[in-house]
């Protein structure tokens, strides 16, 4: 086990290494000036030169990514283009929101993924599962994006019972000592804040949760319908028990294992979804964050967005698969 975590460590800082490369190379050879977009009207050839070096935009590629990579090892991501304010800062105080928000997503996925393939697992070949087969396909046609707009329509517009744009509401007294405002509301027992901040995040949440259920219901009620053949499973209906216990209890513990892994490497396409749905719902995340830096082509607010991305898929899936050998006794005794 040791060695396996070992080896999946200098596999994740090889990963880091090529995508922060591949990133710095890419973001300075698409067009566009970010330094002329900066310059007030009038500004001449001079000035444009004076912030080209400032920035260290007047060196090679070569010499620029040593610079930015030298600085990222002392914890310094640069300063963006656009705010004069640290990288790290900014993408560290996004972070949180874009965090609450996947993760909420992520358990509205797995609740709901689990109690449909449950269901259709109980309920077999029958109609319950042709009905649910049928709403796992067109939850998982439709893009997060679409989910987005459905549900800005119906809960937005026609019955307005939640909000559509932001965080929290702008008029509440806000007493957050840090950027989990989600927890920090519960901690401090100011459910009244909590109230607020769900009622932002939930249409935004189950955008984003609608597909992810629709694959975890699929692939979790394909696992159930494997294990409910084991031998196992048919000693425990010998013995009289239900079959919604013999589900439950006997043949749920092994089908999960491969939902497992999925949630894990999905968790990680589901934070990067976020970006558009964020903007969609102007939700004050990192993805949204993303999407201005990229448009003011804000060069050094993008490496530490993107690296930052790439830090969390790649924790992720680490974590999964150190569970996934924990939990699997096969690979724990190999």
Request: charge should be neutral; glycine fraction near 8%.
């Amino acid at each position: 086990m040791l060695r396996q975590v070992i080896l999946r460590l200098a596999t994740t800082l090889v990963t880091l290494l090529g995508v922060a490369v591949i990133v710095f190379v890419v973001i300075r050879v698409v067009p566009g000036n970010p330094v002329a977009m900066m310059l007030p009207p009038g500004a001449g050839p001079e000035d444009e030169a004076r912030l080209r070096a400032l920035y260290g935009l007047d060196k090679s590629i070569g010499e620029q990514f040593l610079i930015w990579a030298g600085g990222v090892l002392q914890g310094d991501f640069g300063t963006s283009i656009t705010t004069r304010q640290p990288v790290a800062g900014l993408v560290l105080g996004r972070l949180p929101a874009t965090l609450e928000l996947s993760l909420m997503a992520l358990v509205i996925a797995v609740v709901w993924g689990g109690i449909v393939a449950l269901l259709g697992t109980r309920f077999r070949g029958g109609r319950t599962e042709a009905a649910i087969d049928v709403g796992n396909g067109i939850a998982l046609s439709v893009p997060d994006f679409l989910w987005g707009l459905v549900l800005i329509l119906l809960f937005g517009v026609l019955w307005p019972v939640f909000h559509i744009s932001g965080r929290i509401s702008p008029s509440l007294d806000l007493p957050f000592v840090t950027n989990f405002y989600l927890i920090e509301s519960v901690v401090r027992l100011r459910f009244d804040l909590w109230w607020d901040l769900v009622s932002h995040m939930l249409m935004p949440a189950l955008a984003l949760a609608f597909p992810l259920a629709a694959i975890i219901a699929q692939l979790l009620k394909q696992s159930l319908k494997e294990t409910m053949h084991l031998d196992y499973v048919t000693l425990a209906r010998t013995k009289g028990y239900s079959e919604t216990r013999v589900i439950l209890r006997e043949a749920l513990r092994n089908a999960v294992l491969p939902t497992l892994t999925l949630v894990g490497v999905q968790f990680t396409f589901l934070i990067g979804g976020t970006v558009i749905v964020e903007r969609l719902f102007s939700y004050e995340g990192l993805g949204n964050m993303a999407i201005d830096a990229v448009i003011n082509r804000d060069l050094p607010l993008i490496q530490g967005i993107v690296i930052l991305f790439a830090v969390i898929f790649t924790a992720v899936n680490l974590i999964v698969d150190l569970l996934y050998a924990v939990l699997n006794p096969r690979l724990r005794h190999a």
